[in-house]
């Protein structure tokens, strides 16, 4: 057994939610072979040709790792891994989040030390900008417009 690969242990607890073989073209390569070789490839970075032969043919890996991804097996396998081990009670679910995982943005170099000012109360008199007019309701201007419109048509 190499290291990465599954031991014994995790083998037979993996074993009941493989799918099983549906025997239509011929000799089907060993699960624990194949799935020890896919993480293999992902934990090195080796292109799948490359996989050393202890894991098969290269394209059966492949091809099962593909399939897998494609139907949904390999999430529907994790999902009944975690919902067995955390009904064991094996998973510890508390996160650690430390300054490795959570970056900064790149703009948050220069961010300022002075918290922004506070924004002026709703009450509060003057416009917010120099050039800005006060607000007026909607109310207010309507009966503006319509007082301006009757006056014109006043002899």
Not at 92 to 104: I, N, P
Not at 117 to 139: C, I, N, T, Y
Request: charged residues 30%; aromatic residues 8%.
């Amino acid at each position: 057994m190499w290291r990465g690969d599954l031991s014994d242990a995790e083998w037979e607890r993996l074993r009941p939610f493989l799918p099983a073989s549906n025997r239509r073209c011929g000799r089907r390569r060993d699960h624990r072979q194949v799935i020890d070789g896919i993480p293999h490839r992902v934990r090195t970075g080796v292109q799948w040709r490359d996989l050393p032969e202890r894991f098969g043919p290269w394209k059966t890996v492949y091809e099962r790792h593909r399939l897998w991804s494609a139907d949904g097996t390999r999430e529907r396998l994790l999902q009944q891994i975690q919902a067995a081990a955390d009904a064991a009670g094996e998973i510890d679910w508390d996160v650690s989040v430390d300054s490795t995982v959570v970056r900064a943005h790149q703009h948050a170099v220069r961010a300022r030390f002075d918290p922004p000012p506070a924004p002026a109360s709703k009450g509060a008199e003057g416009p917010e900008h120099q050039d800005e007019a006060p607000r007026v309701s909607l109310h207010a201007r309507l009966v503006e417009v319509v007082r301006e419109v009757t006056a014109c048509f006043r002899p």
